[in-house]
């Protein structure tokens, strides 16, 4: 079983923590399909510190929503801990995470995310230093290198541990894959062989069965699926399921999807205005249709939306296109 710290997971499923998707609306709804842990989206330390109201918007956290990892970010100590410590004592966050991982430019430049990896030193530095200043359990979440020749991933864990990191999650692509090529696992197997602290492997986990792959393959204590379950909560559910029964779920059906994609809707509308949340809600409504027969033209509708009744009315309409087709087929076979 999973444990971070003293904070135990029902399961090893760990939702990543997706930047501009991973809100408390999108994190219910994940963890309500069975997550053993979701993890919010990275949150920027000089925000916390300046107390950004958008920043502030970012931390509210749903207690139906815990155990929950919020991740913070940044490339200077001083304000890294200063925010570390707001969240340690303004948060219900049960884990706080710091973000070694994140491969986008304007975040690199800023000696922060990914930046990290090119040097074991800081990292035992600024991870010992936010230890030091909190009482919850603090993570990292990293890449396993800056490029194919800096891949110091086992020397970055190991610094992680020395400095009083709980856990680390790894994703085994450098900077510079972005998302792009095949994750190495080889290479999370040894990061996971040389620390005793957990170790959550993450990449290329699109099925259960990869999910299951991964565990037994790494050893890893736990399993961390992004992409995977974009528009599909469905994937964490099924991969609880099988890692916990061996069988495989059948995947939702077409009202099943829209049902979901309508409650994760009404959800965002709670916590955030209607006008925001509909504009957000466009790309999630593309995932959760993907794989739906005739969904292209409905996802060009879905990006003229501009209201919830406009939304629903438009998914609720192709629910009654396919089940009409579905019933013309049955009726031919």
Known sequence: ??????????????????????????????????????????????????????????????????????????????????????????????????NMGCPVPKITKCDAGAKWLLDPNKIYEMVSAVVAEVEKPVTVKMRMGWDAEHIFAVKNAQAIERAGGKAVALHGRTRVQMYEGKSNWEIIREVKQSVTIPVIGNGDVQTPQDAKRMLDETGVDGVMIGRAALGDPWMIYRTVQYLET???????????????????????????????????????????????????????AINECDTRDHLVSILNDLVIEVEEKEQRQAIVG
């Not at 919020?70 to 200077?76: H, V």
């Not at 925001?276 to 959760?288: L, Q």
């Not at 993907?290 to 033209?297: D, E, I, L």
């Open 1 to 98: 079983m999973l444990k971070i710290g003293d904070i135990e997971m029902k399961n090893p499923v760990v939702l990543a923590p997706m930047a501009g998707v991973c809100n408390s609306a999108f994190r219910l709804t994940v963890k309500e399909f069975g997550a053993g842990l979701v993890c919010a989206e990275m949150v920027s330390d000089k925000g916390i510190v300046l107390k950004n109201k958008k920043t502030m918007n970012m931390l509210y956290i749903d207690e139906r929503e815990k155990p929950l990892s919020l991740q913070i970010f940044g490339g200077e100590k001083k304000t890294l801990v200063e925010a570390a410590k707001f969240v340690d004592q303004n948060t219900n966050a049960d884990i706080i995470d710091i």
């Open 246 to 300: 061996g069988k495989l779920m059948a995947p939702p059906s077409v009202r099943e999807k829209i049902d979901v994609c309508i409650l994760h809707l009404d959800r965002l509308i709670a916590l955030k205005n209607e006008n925001i949340a509909v504009r957000e809600m466009r790309k999630h409504a593309a995932w959760y249709l993907k794989g739906v027969r005739g969904n292209a033209g409905v996802r060009n």
